[in-house]
C-alpha cells in the first residue's frame, strides 16, 4: 500500500463536522429505543414475579407484588435488576452475538440475586426463595425472547444498525461477512468493501460491493454514515495498521482488527496491556482436573435428565423400530473414544438389519458411492435406511440413546465428533488425533452445531474439533449446546 492511499479529498474539519451531527443524531435514537427496552424490562420483571407470587400464594395476581410481606419489595429489585444491567451494558445495543447477550442477562440476574439476599439478610427479612428463585427464572425466559425479538424487529425496520466497511476482501474479508450475514443479531450492517487489489474492484461478496480502494475511504464515509471498520487484513504490517488507525481517527466510532486466529483461538481469550504493549492470551481449560470434574458433572446431571425426560419417547420409537421388521432396537457402532480407546457408541436402529453386510457389497460394486462414503462416512441417499430411519436421522432422534454413554463416561454431552478408527488412519494423523481425542466425545459439537452434514471439508471438521479442546469452557458447551437445537429444528445437514 503506497502512501498516496491516505490522500486528504475532503477537508478533515469539515468531515468530521458532518460525522460529528450524524453520531449525535443517532445516539439519540439509540437513547430512545435504549428507555423503550428498560421500560419492557421492567414491565417483564413486574409480570414474571406476579406469576411466581400467584403459583405460590394463589392470590392476587397483581397485588401480591406490592402487598406481600413475603416478596421482595417490586421497587427494589427494579432498582438492583436496572442498576445491574446497566453495569453490564445491556442496553447500550452492543454489536455482539445472542449468546453473549444472554451470558450478559444471566450474569446481571445472578447478580441481582445475590444482592436480593444479602439486602434480607442485612434487613432480616424473609423472602419465599421459591417467588425469587421462579420469578427471576421467568423473567430471564422472557427477557431473552423479547431481546431476541426486538432486535430482529429494529434491524427489519433499519433502526439502530452499525454501518460497518470491511477493508480486505480477501479469505478474511469474506469469512467476516459470512459471520455478520448469519447473526443479524449484532445489528451490522455491511456497507461495502475497500480493497487495494484492482481485481476485485465492483465485486460482488455476500451481497455487498467492493467500493474502491483504500484511498476512497474518505469520499464513502462523507457519503454515508459508517460507524465502525473493521481491517480484514491479517497480513498488513504495522506501518500499514497505523496508517489506517491514524487516518481514520475522529471519522468513525471504532476500528476492528481481525488477527488471522479464526478456528484457531478466540472463545477464551482475554486482551491483557502489559505496560503499553498488547498480549492475546489463552488457556486450555480442559487440562484443569477441577474443569474436567466440572464438566464430568455437567455431562451427569444433563445425561440423567436426557434419559428421564426422553424415557415415553425411548419406548415409542422402540416399539415403532420392532414393529416395522422386527429387528432390534439399538445399534451398537464401535467409535473412537478418548485417548484413542474404543467403545460401543448406541444409536437407535435406522438400517435394516444386515446394513453392514448390504454396504460392502454396495461399495464393492459401485466406484464413485465408495468415494462419496469415505468423504462423510455415509451416504446421503442410502437405501439400507428404513422408514422410521429416515425420520429418526432427520430430526436426530437417532442419538438419543447416548446419554447411556456420557452416563457410562464413554461420552461427553458435548464434544469431538466420535470417529471410526477408518477415519483418523484417513484425515486425522497421529499427533492430532491425540490432541483431539485426549478428551471425551460428544452427542454435539462444534461440528454438528455448524450445519453437521453440511461441512462437507473433512479438514474443517478436525479444525473445528481442535478448536472446541484450545477453548473449551462450561460456556462453550452451553451454547453448542443451543446452537445444535437451532440446527436440528432448522433441520441442516441432517441425514
Do not use: C
Not at 473414544?337 to 459401485?366: H, I, S
Not at 422410521?388 to 432422534?397: C, D, E, M, N
Not at 497421529?430 to 483431539?436: D, K, L, P, S, V
Not at 471439508?457 to 446452537?483: A, Q, T
Amino acid at each position: 500500500m503506497d502512501d498516496t492511499a491516505y490522500e486528504k479529498t475532503y477537508p478533515i474539519k469539515s468531515l468530521q463536522q458532518k460525522i460529528q451531527k450524524k453520531i449525535i443524531a443517532k445516539s439519540i435514537k439509540k437513547t430512545i429505543f435504549s428507555l423503550i427496552l428498560l421500560l419492557v424490562d421492567v414491565l417483564i420483571l413486574f409480570f414474571s414475579f406476579s406469576i411466581a407470587s400467584f403459583l405460590k400464594f394463589d392470590d392476587l395476581f397483581f397485588k401480591n407484588v406490592f402487598t406481600n410481606e413475603n416478596i421482595p419489595s417490586f421497587y427494589l429489585t427494579m432498582i438492583i435488576f436496572v442498576v445491574s444491567f446497566l453495569f453490564n451494558g445491556l442496553y447500550s445495543f452492543k454489536t455482539h452475538l445472542f449468546w453473549d447477550e444472554m451470558k450478559y442477562i444471566l450474569k446481571a440476574s445472578f447478580f441481582s440475586i445475590i444482592v436480593l439476599v444479602l439486602i434480607s439478610f442485612i434487613w432480616k427479612e424473609y423472602y419465599s426463595r421459591f417467588v425469587v428463585v421462579i420469578g427471576i427464572l421467568i423473567f430471564v425466559l422472557l427477557e431473552l425472547l423479547f431481546r431476541y425479538l426486538y432486535r430482529k424487529a429494529l434491524y427489519k425496520r433499519n433502526f439502530l444498525r452499525t454501518n460497518v466497511l470491511i477493508i480486505g476482501a480477501g479469505k478474511m474479508g469474506k469469512i467476516i461477512s459470512q459471520k455478520i450475514k448469519a447473526h443479524t443479531f449484532t445489528m451490522y450492517n455491511i456497507i461495502g468493501f475497500l480493497d487495494d487489489d484492482e481485481n476485485k474492484q465492483n465485486n460482488v461478496i455476500n451481497g455487498a460491493q467492493v467500493l474502491g480502494t483504500v484511498k476512497d475511504i474518505d469520499k464513502i464515509i462523507s457519503k454515508t454514515m459508517v460507524d465502525e471498520v473493521m481491517i480484514a487484513v491479517p497480513t498488513a504490517s504495522r506501518k500499514t495498521l497505523s496508517k489506517i488507525i491514524s487516518h481514520l481517527e475522529g471519522k468513525v466510532r471504532r476500528i476492528k482488527f481481525i488477527p488471522d486466529t479464526y478456528q484457531l483461538i478466540t472463545f477464551s481469550t482475554q486482551i491483557q496491556d502489559l505496560d503499553g504493549v498488547m498480549a492475546v492470551s489463552t488457556s486450555q481449560g480442559l487440562l484443569s482436573p477441577t474443569n474436567r470434574a466440572l464438566k464430568r458433572v455437567f455431562d451427569l446431571f444433563f445425561g440423567i435428565i436426557g434419559l428421564i425426560i426422553f424415557l415415553p419417547l425411548y419406548l415409542i420409537i422402540g416399539a415403532i423400530i420392532k414393529l416395522e421388521d422386527g429387528g432390534p432396537i439399538l445399534f451398537k457402532h464401535t467409535r473412537i473414544g478418548k485417548n484413542l480407546g474404543e467403545f460401543k457408541m448406541y444409536k437407535f436402529r435406522t438400517m435394516v438389519p444386515n446394513a453392514e453386510k448390504k454396504l460392502k457389497e454396495m461399495l464393492d460394486k459401485d466406484e464413485k458411492l465408495r468415494e462419496e462414503f469415505y468423504v462423510n462416512f455415509k451416504l446421503k441417499d442410502d437405501p439400507r435406511i428404513t422408514k422410521i430411519g429416515k425420520f429418526l436421522r432427520k430430526t436426530s432422534l437417532d442419538e438419543f440413546p447416548q446419554f447411556l454413554n456420557v452416563i457410562k463416561g464413554d461420552m461427553s454431552i458435548v464434544g469431538p465428533r466420535p470417529v471410526v478408527k477408518k477415519e483418523v488412519e484417513m484425515y486425522y494423523g497421529e499427533e492430532i488425533a491425540e490432541r483431539i481425542f485426549s478428551v471425551k466425545p460428544g452427542i454435539t459439537g462444534m461440528w454438528q452445531a455448524n450445519g453437521r452434514s453440511d461441512v462437507e471439508d473433512y479438514d474443517e471438521r478436525i479444525v473445528l474439533d481442535l478448536y472446541y479442546v484450545r477453548n473449551w469452557s462450561l460456556w462453550l458447551d452451553i451454547v453448542i449446546i443451543l446452537k445444535t437445537v437451532k440446527a436440528v429444528l432448522d433441520k441442516r445437514g441432517a441425514y
